[in-house]
């Protein structure tokens, strides 16, 4: 796991808060332990969520709601119910209110969340079992070198050729420019123009397949219901993922990184019928949390919420509601004239010009996090990496970290030459080979691996982007160098 103390954290402990019903206590006790033994103050509280909030002397760093809400069921056993809050609507066919937990924690009065917090919208304590199990083993787990991916997949837009070859577009150059340098990226499009496509049949098999493989978040975005996601229409059908999907391999564990749903009421916890952002919860192999919207959301604050959680995710943000709080925070005051021209009404509009500050004000309310906000991300730490030119090439050494036991190295173009839109194949076979082919581009090729015994140094004579990863710890170490070819005696130290 990443490491969750830094400097300043070393002065104080952050307080986790729990805000459940008395039938979940005692399933809650394991999680309760690892955050103790995480360096984090605990409390566990069966009062109301604002009265848990105003009588805390503390003000949480992460508050766990631990309960299922209906508003149709009042006195149950397992509700802790959320604020119901009036959306502003574009389109008349909305829903008028939307279920929100952000709103508690919104401690300034400007609508915005202040603290990190999260539900698990469980109705039974085997529902608790599940998530606790899969949290606690999710971040006892050894890191790999596949927690440096981030897949993502993206349905079509649907707003029209012109407007879906910009958004098609925008995607992938927002990968490229707001990632980590030290990230892979794996994508899957909705588009059979491109390469990054595959068989479009074949698109949730894929995801959910590189979802096992790992990354440090998996990402969807497009065009959902509460128990559906949707890529694309192929063959007179819908491609489609929803809670009546096949899915094998999430029914045995471990389980996955979290997952980002960036479309429309899929994390609609509030009501009778398990959402898709649930049932992905509750599968025993699925995603360890998901983050999800209770209502139709708006893709322009959906865009700015990307672009920011990529950014975010360059930084210190060790744990998933850092991560989420920070990338909201920031999306609420993200600005791109040219963007909001284009993605403003393409969903059409009420009024004679749509309200772009109140569409962000209820992104930021309307998704939650179903999980804990204080799950570990399994984020890298830093490498220290000392360069100096030597002839043609770059002398280089690494000091082998506590723990390490490999050291990984591996090289990507510093540009990434993106492959080119193709003539749709008609072969389920080819379209998959074309897939794997396109996302090669993302992939640090491998140069050296050396273990503990062996002298962490040596001489590159390439040029472009080398990874170096020290794994081995509780979680992996990374400096990412851009070498170009020698012209000046040169000495670098990074750390």
Known sequence: MAPVRTQAAERFKRFWLVVTRPMFVDALQPLVEARKAGNLITKVTTSSVRKAISESKLTPRYLLIVGDDDPDEPDAEWRVPSKQLELYRWEARQRKRFASDGYYTDRDGDLVPDIAIGRIPARTVEDVEI???????????????HDLDLPVWSGSPMYGEAVDTVANSLLLSTLQTRRADWMSPWVLMA??????????????????????????????????????????????????????????????GPATSPMILLTCSAGR??????????????????????????????????????????????????RLGDAWLSAQRRATKARDPLIESV??????????????????????????????????????????????????????????????????????????????????????????????????????????TLKADEPWEGVLRKTGDVRFVASGGDYLRVRVETLEAPTEEKDQSST
């Open 191 to 252: 588009d059979a123009r491109q390469p990054f496509c595959g068989w479009p049949a074949d698109q949730p098999e894929n995801f959910l397949q590189r979802m096992r493989e790992g990354g440090l978040l998996h990402i969807f975005i497009g065009h959902g219901l509460p128990t559906s996601l949707y890529a694309m229409h192929f063959d007179n059908d819908w491609i489609r993922l929803s809670t009546n999907s096949n899915f094998e391999t999430f029914e045995q």
């Open 269 to 318: 916890f509030d009501g009778r019928e398990t959402s898709i952002a649930e049932k992905l919860l509750f599968l025993p192999g699925g995603p360890v949390a998901t983050i999800a919207a209770s209502t139709q959301s708006h893709p322009l604050p959906n865009y700015f919420t990307g672009r920011e959680l990529l950014s975010a995710l360059k930084r210190r943000n060790y």
């Open 343 to 448: 993605l403003m009404e393409v969903e059409g509009k009420l009024e004679a010009e749509i309200d772009v500050a109140k569409l962000r004000r209820d992104q930021a309310l309307m998704y939650n996090i179903l999980g804990d906000p204080a799950t570990k991300l399994r984020r890298p730490g830093d490498l220290n990496v000392i360069l100096k030119k030597e002839g043609d090439g770059w002398r280089w050494r690494v000091i082998p970290p506590k723990d390490a036991t490999r050291l990984d190295i591996s090289i990507r173009p510093t540009t990434v030459q993106l492959p080119t839109s193709t003539t749709p194949p008609t072969d389920r076979n080819d379209a998959n080979a074309a897939l794997n082919s396109a996302n090669r581009c993302f992939v640090f090729e491998p140069i050296a």
């Open 131 to 145: 998530c606790v199990r899969k949290i606690v083993e999710y971040e006892k787990r050894a890191p790999t070198i």
